[in-house]
């Protein structure tokens, strides 16, 4: 499956951006889709994911309340609504998949990464 991640830019402090990641090849309708960012000089982080197939998600204590992960079935992509930004969550965002139907916040069981977008929080 490949991985097209889109939405990222500019946002003020407390504003939202909207992340997609769509999939071509294949449906997603049996991966777990989850997004992590990395930002400048530190390492790799999770921050979301979805069992597609269960529609259950995880969320980093960090956007835990202020961010969504939601899938649409129709469009066969995962959307990231990520509102009260934070100067912090400033950072390249990927998405990524995997076959295997459980959460993981580890990015290395993941088969799958798209590019990145970035993502800029003024404050």
């Known amino acids: 499956v490949q991985l097209q991640a889109y939405g990222g830019g500019l946002a003020q402090a407390g504003g939202f951006l909207r992340l997609s990641c769509a999939a071509s090849g294949r449906p997603f309708s049996s991966y777990t889709v989850g997004w992590f960012r990395q930002a400048p000089g530190k390492e790799r982080e999770f921050v979301a994911d979805i069992i597609w197939s269960a529609d259950s998600t995880l969320y980093a204590d960090s956007v835990k309340g202020r961010f969504t992960i939601s899938r649409d079935n129709a469009k066969n992509t995962v959307v990231l609504q990520m509102n009260s930004l934070k100067p912090e969550d400033t950072a390249v965002y990927y998405c990524?998949?995997?076959?295997?139907?459980?959460?993981?916040?580890?990015?290395?069981?993941?088969?799958?990464w798209g590019q990145g977008t970035q993502v800029t929080v003024s404050s």
């Open positions: 990524a998949a995997d076959r295997a139907r459980r959460h993981s916040v580890v990015g290395f069981t993941y088969a799958y």
